[in-house]
């Protein structure tokens, strides 16, 4: 494993085009999270699953976004006519569920998204 | 709403000089404090992190205070280099959403100048 794996690293979309985009994680993560940056600032919580089940959804994720993670392995977010606003990097992260200090999330390098 | 506010927005450090970040927060249920590190074009990776029990951590050169009643914490490198020069972000969460439902800084940029 050479870490959590996004695709694609760039996707460039008109407005009102759907988008959909891909993460592995590492092999034994169970935890994967979905994060939103935009430019100057910090990455944004938008969902989270454990395995294949989707525990929490950030109120960012309007109903034009849904992310989905089968048989708890690799996940995928999908944007729905876009937005201009929805311009940012979406960013993957995971984690091997642990208590205190010993959970180390790990994120991918992005997927960057430009919509025109 | 930011939850987690940095300082200063950018710093200017000569080579083997400290780089000294500040991060203020405003919510006392937040239980765990990690810095991270980004460079251009990749996702951000963690530093170092400290629970709220704890004063100072240290790893390698870079070290973690933590001031509970004044709601703040900082990081501090040690022995600046010019492959330090990055983005630093500190972030915060609440339990039980556990360590990763992540609060970010704006983020801050570290310059290190041979």
């Known amino acids: 494993d050479t870490g959590v794996s996004q695709n694609p690293r760039h996707k460039i979309t008109k407005r009102g085009q759907n988008v959909t985009f891909r993460c592995d994680p590492i092999?034994?993560?169970?935890?994967l999270y979905w994060y939103r940056q935009t430019l100057g600032q910090g990455p944004e919580f938008l969902t989270y699953?454990?395995?294949?089940?989707?525990?929490?959804k950030s109120r960012l994720l309007s109903d034009r976004f849904s992310a989905e993670r089968p048989k708890g392995s690799f996940s995928t977010l999908e944007i729905q006519r876009t937005e201009q606003g929805d311009s940012a990097m979406y960013l993957c992260?995971?984690?091997?569920?642990?208590?205190?200090?010993?959970?180390?999330?790990?994120f991918g390098s992005g997927t960057q998204l430009s919509v025109l | 709403q930011q939850q987690v506010k940095q300082s200063p927005q950018s710093l200017i450090v000569q080579k083997g000089g400290i780089s000294i970040i500040n991060c203020a927060y405003e919510?006392?249920?937040?239980?765990?404090f990690p810095w991270y590190q980004q460079f251009p074009g990749k996702g951000p990776a963690l530093l170092i992190a400290?629970?709220?029990?704890?004063s100072e951590k240290k790893e390698g050169r870079f070290t973690i205070s933590f001031n509970k009643s004044a709601k703040q914490f900082s990081l501090h490198i040690m022995d600046s280099q010019p492959g330090d020069s990055a983005t630093y972000f500190c972030?915060?969460?609440?339990?039980?959403?556990?360590?990763?439902?992540?609060?970010f800084g704006k983020g801050n940029q570290v310059v290190v100048i041979p």
């Open positions: 699953f454990q395995n294949e089940a989707q525990l929490e």
């Open positions: 400290i629970r709220p029990d704890v």
């Open positions: 919510n006392t249920a937040f239980d765990y």
């Open positions: 092999s034994e993560h169970n935890r």
């Open positions: 972030a915060a969460s609440i339990p039980p959403y556990g360590n990763n439902r992540l609060a």
């Open positions: 992260a995971s984690s091997l569920g642990a208590s205190g200090l010993r959970e180390k999330l790990l």
